[in-house]
């Protein structure tokens, strides 16, 4: 059976985001996934390996699956400015509803059997804890790879990012959780630095991995 689903996966790239802001690069939704995947899992494995007490830990491969589709109704709706998305509880309400039927129609255009598995990503079950605990990873993931984008375009000289930083920061620090503490001050810091500072930090710190997983 032929599909469609992974040739519209593909059109990711063609979704802009950040439509009312003035870009010194322009940023798509594909690219967004990616930055949000790659968070998302290190705060589910920080969690899991710093943090875990008595917390639900969700594997960090299904948080990163799931951050992957996060943000794949976009393919079919568009990236939505927050002013308008957020202009009213109806107004948000309604926009969920297209946003969950635009994910059917996307899964409808794959074979039964892979449909169910997809299914969870892309509507993943909200009285599920796990998959709740998981879907605040993403959030906070999500939320990270936005204030990314804001540095760097005050890099670049661009102040149209000034107040969305600021925004965006407060957001961050209301989730204390402390796995996007831990990214907040180990892993973020270096996002504002030249390749060259980077390398710099790297072959001063830089060390062989003792995991006993990696040989």
């Given at each position: ?14 979704i802009?985001?950040w439509?009312?802001m003035?870009?010194?690069?322009l ?10 995947a790659?968070i998302?899992h290190?705060?589910?494995l ?7 007490g008595?917390r639900l830990c969700?594997d960090?491969?299904f ?11 976009e ?13 009213t509880a109806?107004?948000?309400?309604s926009?969920?509803k ?7 129609t996307?899964l409808a255009?794959l074979?039964?059997?892979?449909a ?12 599920d804890?796990?998959v709740?605990?998981?879907?605040s990873l ?7 790879a936005a ?10 000289g661009?102040r149209e990012?000034?107040?969305a ?12 959780m402390?796995e996007?503490q831990?990214?907040?001050d180990?892993a ?9 500072e980077?390398?710099f ?9 003792d ?5």
């Amino acid at each position: 059976m032929s599909t469609n689903f992974f040739a519209m996966i593909h059109r990711m790239r063609y979704i802009n985001r950040w439509g009312l802001m003035r870009n010194t690069e322009l940023e798509n939704i594909q690219e967004h996934s990616h930055d949000v995947a790659v968070i998302a899992h290190v705060l589910a494995l920080v969690r899991q390996q710093y943090y875990p007490g008595d917390r639900l830990c969700p594997d960090p491969d299904f948080v990163a699956s799931l951050a992957l589709f996060h943000d794949l109704s976009e393919i079919i709706t568009g990236d939505m400015p927050k002013p308008v998305k957020y202009h009213t509880a109806p107004m948000e309400a309604s926009y969920k509803k297209i946003e969950r039927d635009a994910c059917r129609t996307l899964l409808a255009m794959l074979p039964k059997e892979l449909a169910c598995h997809y299914e969870k990503l892309l509507l993943p079950d909200d009285k599920d804890p796990l998959v709740r605990e998981a879907k605040s990873l993403v959030k906070a993931a999500d939320c990270f790879a936005a204030y990314i984008k804001c540095v760097d375009e005050q890099k670049a000289g661009n102040r149209e990012f000034d107040l969305a930083r600021i925004e965006i920061e407060e957001r961050i620090d209301a989730f204390d959780m402390p796995e996007v503490q831990w990214f907040k001050d180990q892993a973020l810091p270096a996002y504002g630095l030249s390749l060259d500072e980077i390398n710099f930090e790297f072959n001063l710190k830089g060390e062989d991995c003792d995991c006993k997983a990696i040989k």
